[in-house]
């Protein structure tokens, strides 16, 4: 079955780094897309990030661009965020999640919780 | 961007009655290749978000037949037949039909 698995979160200060990883298990990572949606504590959806199924295109929520980077390794069955220059409203959880060409959002990992404070 | 706009905010529903949640679109949400992209999501508390229906009208492997999706264009509409209590949680709309993917802000259904 699809199993998704983030990990590489953590409080962190602001102006500092983290990246995130989603291991992939389940289905033939290298042929599809995947996003990274975040939630803010008690709070709705955001997507943050997608990335084609061979990494050719990727596209960015605009609280994000420029500091974001999202990446994959079909190699590894792994997705990745590049966090840079967090900020305290970047604090949320984040999850990565499978896309499919009819399903969008069809399958989520559990989250990982990353605390951006002094 | 796309706004999605969610009513009502909370739904307090009673045991084995329906619920019904509406979804509205800033634009239309029919691609150029002829595909509406409008799904609708589950958040049980403490749980990840989880695909309900998708394309509007289709129900994702395992879902329950109590839970139905209507609509076209900017207006759609969640409909669960009878509430049981596992279907307590919040229920987001989103769309895929262009970047960025935007999300309703969230309808929490509620046990009477």
């Known amino acids: 079955q699809v199993q998704l698995v983030e990990s590489g979160g953590g409080v962190v200060q602001p102006g500092g780094s983290l990246r995130l990883s989603c291991a992939a298990s389940?289905?033939?990572?290298?042929?599809?897309?995947m996003h990274w949606v975040r939630q803010a504590p008690g709070k709705g959806l955001e997507w943050v990030a997608f990335?084609?199924?061979?990494?050719?295109?990727?596209y960015y929520a605009d609280s994000v661009k420029g500091r974001f980077t999202i990446s994959r390794d079909n190699s590894k069955n792994t997705l990745y965020l590049q966090m840079n220059s967090l900020r305290a409203e970047d604090t949320a959880v984040y999850y990565c999640?499978?896309?499919?060409?009819?399903?969008?959002?069809?399958?989520w990992g559990q989250g990982t919780l990353v605390t951006v404070s002094s | 961007d796309i706004v999605m706009t969610q009513t009502p905010l909370s739904s307090p529903v009673t045991l084995g009655q329906p619920a019904s949640i509406s979804c509205r679109s800033s634009?239309?949400?029919?691609?150029?290749?002829?595909?509406?992209?409008l799904s609708w999501l589950q958040q049980r508390p403490g749980q990840p978000p989880r695909l309900l229906i998708y394309?509007?009208?289709n129900r994702f492997s395992g879902v329950p037949d109590r839970f139905s999706g209507s609509g076209a264009g900017t207006d759609f509409t969640l409909k669960i037949s009878r509430v049981e209590a596992e279907d307590v949680g919040v229920y987001y709309c989103?769309?895929?039909?262009?970047?960025?993917?935007?999300f309703g802000g969230g309808t929490k259904v509620e046990i009477k």
């Open positions: 999640a499978k896309d499919h060409i009819v399903a969008n959002l069809d399958y």
């Open positions: 389940g289905f033939t990572f290298s042929s599809y897309g």
């Open positions: 990335i084609r199924y061979d990494g050719s295109n990727k």
């Open positions: 634009q239309s949400l029919v691609h150029s290749d002829g595909n509406t992209y």
């Open positions: 394309k509007i009208s």
């Open positions: 989103t769309q895929a039909t262009q970047f960025p993917l935007t």
